[in-house]
C-alpha cells in the first residue's frame, strides 16, 4: 500500500516538474500597446523571461496576423535578467488594411518563437 502512495505522488512530482519547465520553455507577451499613423504602427511590447540570463535569453519579439504573415521583427541584442518583466518598442511597422487582428510572439534562443501571446 505504501509503495502505491509512494509512486502516485512521484508521478504527481514528475507531472508538475514538467510543467513548470515548459512554463519556463519560451517567453511571454504579458502587454501590448500600439500608436498608429495612417498604416504605419509603433508597438510597445512588455515581456516576461523568467529564465533570462546571459546563456539563454528572450532574444526577439515579431508582430504577425492569424495567418503567419510577419510584419516586424525586433531582436534583442542581450538578456534582461535585472529588469523583468521589460518593455521594448517596434516602430515603423506597415499595417495593410484590412488587418484587424495581429498576434505578438516573443522568441527564445534555445526553443525558438511560443508562449504566450
Known sequence: MN??????????????????QAV?????????TYTVTGNIYRFD???SSEYDSAQRYADAFRIL???????GIRELA???????PFTR?????????PINTLIIEGRD?????????
Do not use: M, R
Open 3 to 20: 509503495k502505491i502512495i509512494l509512486a502516485i505522488v512521484f508521478v504527481l512530482f514528475c507531472s508538475v516538474s514538467l510543467q513548470a
Open 24 to 32: 519556463q520553455k519560451f517567453p511571454n507577451i504579458i502587454n501590448a
Open 45 to 47: 511590447v512588455t515581456i
Open 65 to 71: 496576423d492569424e495567418d503567419g504573415v510577419v510584419y
Open 78 to 84: 542581450h538578456d534582461h535578467a535585472n529588469e523583468q
Open 89 to 97: 518598442s517596434l516602430s515603423g511597422v506597415n499595417i495593410p488594411d
Open 109 to 117: 534562443q534555445k526553443y525558438g518563437w511560443g508562449g504566450e501571446t
